[in-house]
């Protein structure tokens, strides 16, 4: 291995009952890395994991695990392990037996093995609940049996199929930096799959942001967060208001009626761009300072910050602002050159970033539809 | 009206179980005769068990019965397994098919199978109606029982255990038999004493198919029935009574356990 991947996919495609789930996808993986698949269901993040953990061949391409081509080699001959959405813990196995399970299958010891399980179960904070029904346990729980289990036959890959979806908020947070905790003490490659983002942000050293069975950008957290590739990932990312502009000259963008000085060059002279800006990166001034000035739609109050709707010459921008604002201000928008970030169009230009439609309860809405159509990803 | 309610009840048990309670209560009739009641004797289940026919009757039929269950639950089990794995509209004819034999009456069946037997006899030399039409004929009508008591349970499991079994370095034979096995055991069971019941019930389709020489209780009783009444039939279908409904109170004490067992994890899913 002249390289540090641990993981190749090469091309790979993939059609399950005639439609296409991964288009030609190419990624590699490096060793040690936290590697983390976002996107919306059916983006095709839960199947590449199935590929990499061999329960699915892909139609064409080349899966090369530390330098093999693994294509053909079943699921018990991969050096991966994976963590199963809903756990799937073995029910008529206790917390012990259950950890024990893939050690047993390689005939260790007896005296190895209660070592290993014990030291697994400490790992996650279990320790003491050998001999517990899995089915007594708290979703929690459960999730560090499930943790403890895989960890326990000391895999090269540990995969995390959207493991923290069942679990409330507040837990969720405990378990995301306990994750991240386990994994820098074991230095092993996770690969972990999610369709929220900031789960995503926080524990990644590479996110690889996913839509339609392709690839939309691959990058650091900070990256994908700043610098988006296109539409698509600055909305899937954070929040964005992402308008319609000119890129007059390099350094200089023309958007909402007005030049702005930005930091984005290369772009050919008057080539028509996507331009995202953050909301929290608009400063509201008096409207004699402003930039931009519209009036105010709606406000929200989010407890750190307010989130208000400004229409400037019928856009809708979403800004966050720690001063309130009242429905009907007319206000000035001020934006820095650092907080412009100029993007190609794309398939995904005109379809995100407008708040026009927004409000709580249609937000409340969407998110609902979400959960559902997750299901049959799973 | 409660007292109506119960005296309606007490008719309804009355007329169900009022011959068996008189069967067994002349089957212990110290005398032949099917009115007087002499007094209490063991005499005609002395009898019973001196009488050659019956006890190698009640030998083929237990043979036949525990045989022909353990193959159905076999095949039935592995039917329900690739059953369920199959796509919703090939799944749906499948359980049609399975299900066409449980309602479909058993005269038609005995003599449909006997027709074929008859139909591959007549061409091999050699072969002859016997035990072996009769296990292949109880084997037949208990698979889809079997396959209607597994099913469920394997629906009602997290499909990834299987997979779970696999990622942890374990082949698939033995993830099959160490994590799937355990989780639809109830219904296995469940399975083999319906099938060995069925099969020690049945009369019709062992009229039909089981010549001469391999003659199932039901069958031989029924013979005894043409020739003059002996007590001693009474004193067998005691005994038959008694352990059929043994088998009943062990199916159904499990299917109570398994049930709360469900309601359990249910509720601790939904907490």
């Known amino acids: 291995m002249t390289n540090n991947h641990i993981i190749d996919l090469k091309n790979i495609s993939v059609s399950l009952g005639g439609e296409q789930i991964l288009k030609n996808m190419n990624l590699y993986i490096n060793d040690k890395e936290f590697i983390t698949l976002l996107g919306p269901s059916g983006c095709g993040k839960t199947t590449t994991l199935r590929i990499i953990g061999g329960f699915l061949e892909p139609d064409e391409g080349d899966v090369i695990f530390g330098g093999k081509r693994v294509n053909g080699v079943p699921p018990h001959k991969r050096r991966v392990n994976t963590i199963f959405q809903r756990y799937a813990l073995f029910p008529h196995l206790n917390v012990f037996e259950n950890v024990a399970f893939g050690l047993r299958i390689k005939k260790l010891p007896e005296k190895e093995i209660r070592q290993t399980v014990d030291e697994m179960l400490k790992l996650v904070n279990l320790s003491g609940f050998d001999k517990r029904n899995v089915n007594s346990l708290s979703g929690g729980q459960q999730q560090r049996v499930a943790i403890a289990r895989a960890l326990a036959v000391n895999p090269k890959v540990l995969l995390l199929d959207e493991p923290l979806g069942a679990l409330d908020l507040k837990l969720r947070k405990d378990m995301q930096v306990e994750l991240k905790n386990i994994q820098q003490r074991l230095g092993i490659t996770f690969i972990y799959v999610t369709h929220d983002q900031e789960e995503a942000l926080s524990m990644s050293d590479t996110i690889v942001v996913m839509d339609g069975g392709v690839i939309q950008q691959i990058g650091s957290p900070l990256d994908i967060y700043n610098e988006p590739k296109n539409a698509f990932v600055a909305d899937f990312i954070g929040e964005s208001n992402i308008v319609d502009g000119v890129m007059v000259r390099d350094f200089c963008a023309e958007f909402a009626g007005s030049r702005f000085e930005c930091l984005d060059k290369g772009f050919s002279e008057r080539e028509a761009v996507d331009i995202v800006i953050r909301p929290e990166d608009v400063d509201v001034v008096p409207t004699e300072k402003g930039m931009l000035s519209g009036v105010v739609t709606s406000v929200t109050f989010k407890g750190v910050h307010f989130e208000i709707i400004v229409d400037v010459r019928g856009f809708k921008w979403m800004i966050q602002t720690t001063d309130y604002e009242a429905v009907g201000n007319v206000i000035g928008l001020r934006i820095e050159p650092d907080a412009i970030h100029v993007m190609k169009k794309s398939v995904y230009s005109g379809r995100y970033g407008d708040y026009s439609s927004f409000s709580d309860e249609i937000d409340m809405l969407s998110d609902t539809s979400y959960e559902e159509e997750s299901v049959p990803d799973e | ?271």
């Not at chain 2, 009022?18 to 063991?42: L, W």
Request: charged fraction near 15%; proline fraction near 5%.
């Open chain 2, 1 to 271: 009206m409660k007292l109506l309610s119960k005296v309606y009840n007490f008719l309804v048990f009355g007329f169900l179980y009022a011959p068996i309670a008189v069967m067994i209560v002349y089957s212990f009739n110290s005398e032949k005769s099917r009115t007087n009641f002499g007094s209490f004797s063991f005499r005609w289940y002395q009898e019973l068990f001196n009488d050659d026919i019956i006890l190698k009757s009640l030998y083929v039929s237990l043979l036949v019965a525990v045989l022909s269950a353990l193959a159905a639950t076999l095949i039935g089990t592995l039917a329900a397994v690739g059953i369920d794995s199959m796509k919703a509209p090939l799944k749906r004819a499948y359980l049609m098919v399975n299900n066409i034999p449980v309602v479909n009456p058993d005269i038609v069946t005995a003599v449909s199978m006997m027709i074929l037997f008859v139909f591959v006899i007549t061409r091999i030399n050699g072969l002859n109606m016997g035990f072996g039409t009769l296990l292949i004929a109880h084997i037949t009508f208990n698979i889809p029982y079997v396959i209607l008591s597994v099913l469920p349970k394997l629906r009602g499991m997290n499909s990834n255990i299987y997979d779970a079994a696999l990622d942890l370095g374990c082949p698939p034979l033995k993830s099959f038999m160490k994590v799937v096995v355990p989780e639809i055991l109830p219904g296995i069971i469940t399975g083999f004493i319906m099938a060995f019941t069925l099969s020690l019930d049945d009369f019709v389709i062992s009229y039909f198919n089981s010549g001469s020489t391999a003659q199932t209780l039901p069958v031989t009783i029924y013979s005894m029935t043409k020739r003059p009444y002996s007590p001693k039939i009474n004193a067998l279908s005691t005994l038959l009574f008694i352990s059929v409904m043994l088998l009943l109170v062990v199916v159904n004490i499990r299917q109570s356990a398994g049930v709360k067992k469900d309601k359990k994890t249910i509720k601790k899913e939904v907490r």
